[in-house]
């Protein structure tokens, strides 16, 4: 069952759409924002509230990048894998990070401290190589400021 | 030189509160089109401007518009969404009018939405941009106190409710209909058209969908006229351009620039050349998914014809540079990969096609290609172009890889006879 804060977000959602299945999207958000990642169970959760099956909820659930289906870390590490962030060098900041923290693309620190994602660009070209922490953007990367940035977020 | 779209803004300042836009004329606009236009009269002004779309497709936009079915049989319920996904690689020209000025974003939905008689609209906006969102909730706020949104807009019949909806990212959000079926809460597959958004769209009603950039335009057409417009561009195509650049360049950017300003001055004057002993080797002149120019095309001016002209295509105008100690196989290889990635699985040939392309890359660049290699790239490039496929993700992809392979063959041949990257 969604938890009754989900549930009361989730009521609003269900004021500015048609039928209930359009808000799938909303609701998957919700229960990402309050779980950190949406389990098989988020998943049930979601289809009961919505009254359709789990399988349509995981058709969405899977289709995008930002829906997190596996358990993250505490902090996500988005980093611009995309064209000018390939240019400006963001193999080099992968591998700072890598370095630093042991996790490669998709993998989890073992505190669970951080997990590393590639991420499409991140409209910020301009100042490549860029990744973001959670909410926050960080431009013009070189290897040196890593640790300082990762350093914020405990 | 005019800027309508960015002569507010300023860098690193947050941009202007509803009150502080009307002191420089906003909001004019919008009371002048409700208030004394009639929805065939702002349309009228958005065609004779020749106003094209900045999406990508460069698609009129008073065109587009005139599809919606209009008078008293029309359907009540029509929607006008904005494309603020911005997710094509090397594209960042809408953030800036999003983070920069959203009030002129949103009476120009207000009046664009009055011209298809829209009572509601949706910002579609791409997760990344946290500090846009923010910003557009507070002045979709300031407009609904202003009485500029919501029920009889200032005191007429007309009522607009507008909406922000941030992505779950993928893509295929940026293509219309994926869009909408996105909006709707599904997967972001593009939808078979005929029928046209602009008949049965968003929940089945009459929906246009345009791009921040485009929409920004709106309320300066309508304020200083069509002939205006016009005479903005260098080239008769009509207003002026956000241009952006980016790879090893001094001053990597964004500008407001007439369209149609060459591509040596965007790159060299606005954004500095390149950064020392680096040489210009290859642009791809409009985002991710158009054909490779070079050097040879400096001259050509950055507009829909002109680009189109020398095979290439304006798409979003943000310049991509390779510079000669890039790896263009690597590059390739980095391109594909996204659109490999963000195919929505949707159609055979891009499904199975791109992930193809994606391997045969890879091993080139890793010294393991063959000579046929390179024949098996140009038939993708064909068998991938366009009218095989649902939606146009497939054929951008092809565009710098067929490209590639005309501007850049020596290279694929090198790694293929050494058997190794010559820039690592
Ligand atoms: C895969 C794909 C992604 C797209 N992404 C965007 C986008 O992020 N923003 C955008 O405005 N148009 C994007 N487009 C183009 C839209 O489909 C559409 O043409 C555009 O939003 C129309 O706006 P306009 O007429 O104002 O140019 C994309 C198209 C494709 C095929
Ligand atoms: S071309 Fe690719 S992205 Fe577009 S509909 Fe077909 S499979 Fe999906
Ligand atoms: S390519 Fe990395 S931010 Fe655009």
Redesign the pocket.
Known sequence: MLKTEEQKELEEELKLVPYKKAATIEALKVVQKHRGWVSDEGIKDIAEFLEITPDEVDGVATFYNMVFRREVGRHVILLCDSVSCYILGYRKIQEEINKKLKINFGETTSDGRFTMLPIPCLGTCDHAPALMIDNDLHRDLDSDKIDSILEAYK | MEKPLTQHIKPNEPPMSLNEYEKVGGYKAMQRALKELQPKDVLKIISDSNLRGRGGAGFPTGMKWSFVPMGDNAPKEKYLVCNADEMEPGTFKDRLLLEGNPHQLIEGMIIAAFAIQANKGYIFLRWAYKTAAELILKSIAEAYNAGYLGKNILGTSYSFDLYLHTSVGR??CG?ET?LLNALEGKRA??RAKPPFPQVSGLFGKPTIVNNVETLSFVPHIVNNGAEWFKKLSLTGEGGTKIYGVSGKVKNPNTWELPLGTTMREIIFEHAGGMRDGLKLKGILPGGASTDFLTEEHLDVNMDFTSVGKVGSRLGTGTLIILDDKTCPVGMLHNLEHF?AQ??????????DG?PWVEKILLSIEEGDGRMEDLDLLAYHSKE?GPG????????G?VEPLQSSLKYFREDYEMHIKNKRCPWR
Do not use: I
């Open positions: 893509y295929m293509e994926g597959t593009p659109f963000e195919s929505c699985g949707w159609c055979t040939p891009c499904r791109l991938l095989r496929t649902f939606c146009a993700l497939a054929p992809a």
